[in-house]
């Protein structure tokens, strides 16, 4: 994912944190709520405890440094796969059935990862344990060989 399809997330120059400044929670909520398949699964309880966790001073900032570093990433990445081959261990890459991922996983993942095994959890959207946490659980069970 390029950091150019983030939207605000990527905005320089501090316009980001502009913008949310004293409107975490509702700018949080809006965010879950457009990646959720479910949107109470992040309830009112929750969505409290996370904007006050990101009305802490440069919560918001480093937030959006994630975002802001996609294309460093895919850079640093390329440049390590060069080096030193795709990583040999077997690697679980989850999304939920409503989020991007699921159509794009084995390709992003494969790229850089010998032994990819995908799933699509259902009922998901981008907020898998908040989500579907039995079936999250279930397959890292699964994965780790404890099912």
Known sequence: MSARTCGIHNAGDGLAEMLTAGRERLYLRRFYDRHAFNPEAIGPADLDRYADDFSAAGAMRAGFEIYRAFDQD????????????????????LGGEASFFPSTAAEMVGEFVEQVQTAAIPRCGHWIPEENPKALIEHIMQFTGRS
Not at 74 to 93: F, M, T, Y
């Open 74 to 93: 895919v850079i640093d990445n390329r440049a390590k796969l060069e080096r030193s081959g795709k990583l040999q261990v077997p690697v679980l890459a």
